[in-house]
């Protein structure tokens, strides 16, 4: 019998089920944690999520997402702290201290085949800055509530659309500005695997208690058409999961490993088959080296 | 009339073309440099494309390209370097001193849609030393025939495919171990434009004049089906070119300026108007900082 007792199952991954389905499915499969994304809590109801979880016993390892933090005009500044308090608020509410954060791409690139970019909208080191300055402003609310602003490394693939913190270097530059409590890193695999510098960054974000969540997916190719969908199964694709896993664990991280896939094959299988699938790729390639 | 002085029409740009086309469609334009891919010169036959070149009065700014040396059994070895001798040989016969390296892959992961990588071909930290290994074997060989190992960072996209280098700071790492006559970097926008650490790393590479080119062309979304074709003119995407360009001019480079665009839509056009518009580009987003 494998052990489960650090698979987290981010609803992502069963895209097709319910918040409900999901953590019953987690459940079933023997599963302690799930991490959310805040659309399916909306459509459960935050109070009535949380009170699923709750009820079956599980544990939320994360909430996803705040952030699209970049917005350079005041009433997008606002907008983004307006959306990324509430979101703060559902965490707490939800049980969970870890908020993850993707922190917005290129200002009007946010929306690509949108219109053409305004010319400042290039200015990357102009965007980090604002994503830097958004940290700052949330991060005594989210102290309040006792949440943790995640900052998530984005592969740079999406450096232009979706997040322009592409590496754990730069997300740590940032978080040590703030308490360790505050301020945390998480460590996608498809994100960050191919970053030369992922060992020292690793160990230095657990030397600091900043690995707030260590999430595994694989890497393939080709790319699928929406690039974004192209994560797949651990072992399905070109990652070195005992290298990086053991990385994690020789900073002594004891938290949840969370898998979220985006990949539409997946997505269109049943969800006790997919979470028997990375249940067992888990106990082959991941837990093994934790 | 634009300042066309140090604007280099790399073949690929113009793919339709043989590389007599487009020596003349470069020198027709007013352009005083190409670069070369060693298809094109091999279609030409090696004696007959310096030829062709020197004829027309212009000089070759890059042979592209050398490199995919990551393979871990003795054949891939040898085959790797005798196909980089090959490629030294050639840039010295048509004059240029910069050979332009891709380094390669993870292993097997070189071929797409190949079998299923063995064990020991995601061990990523390994591929890179045999890089290091195969271009320590590579040195004195270029030395010799007065050639420079370019090392090309390739967008960490590419990294499971083609080039398990994937940023300035591990190319200059690498190429400090050698003399800056021997191994160089190359900047190309496409590739490096992502990297928060890019500042400082071309004010690195230009302090040591290891600086071999710099390429421009623009990262368009959505990603073209082969990531590789999403490349496209300069102010079509989300790259900052006057900001980039002006850290590339704060070095001291006076070096040429190549225009590689790999483009299904680009290369459906005709080569003239293709070099009309890289050389108006140019000169509203380039050569002003330069």
Redesign the interface.
């Known amino acids: 019998m494998a052990d489960l007792s650090r698979l987290s199952l981010n609803t992502a991954t069963t895209k097709a089920w319910t918040l409900a389905e999901a953590v019953d499915g987690a459940a079933r499969a023997g599963l302690p944690a799930v991490g959310l994304w805040r659309d399916r809590v909306a459509e459960a109801g935050l109070e009535n999520a949380a009170r699923i979880v709750a009820d079956a016993g599980l544990r939320v390892s994360s909430l996803c997402r705040g952030g699209f933090m970049t917005a350079a005009d005041e009433a997008g500044k606002a907008a983004a702290l307006d959306d990324n308090k509430a979101a703060i608020v559902e965490a707490a509410t939800l049980g969970t201290r870890e908020l993850v954060m993707v922190v917005g791409g290129?200002g009007a690139?946010s929306a690509?085949?949108g219109p053409a970019?305004p010319d400042g909208d290039?200015?990357?080191?102009a965007a980090?800055q604002r994503v830097a300055d958004r940290v700052a402003d949330l991060a005594p609310f989210a102290a309040e509530h006792d949440v943790r602003i995640v900052l998530e490394p984005l592969?740079?693939?999406f450096?232009?659309?979706r997040a322009v913190l592409?590496?754990m270097?730069?997300c740590l530059d940032l978080a040590e500005q703030f308490p360790a409590e505050t301020v945390g890193v998480v460590v996608d695999t498809y994100h960050v695997?191919?970053?030369?510098?992922l060992r020292e960054q690793i160990a230095r974000a657990g030397a600091q208690g900043r690995i707030a969540s260590y999430q595994v997916c694989d890497?393939l190719?080709?790319?699928a058409?929406?690039?974004l969908l192209s994560r797949g199964f651990m072992g399905d694709?070109?990652?070195?999961f005992p290298?990086i896993t053991s990385w994690i664990a020789g900073t002594g991280y004891t938290g949840d490993v969370e898998v979220e896939i985006f990949n539409q094959q997946i997505w269109d299988a049943p969800g006790d088959e997919t979470i028997a699938t990375m249940a067992q790729r888990y106990d082959t390639l991941v837990r093994p080296y934790l």
């Open positions: 290129l690139a690509p085949g970019l290039r200015d990357l080191v980090r592969h740079p693939i450096a232009a659309d592409s590496t270097k730069q695997w191919w970053d030369p510098d890497w190719l080709p790319l058409t929406d690039a694709g070109y990652i070195d290298t």
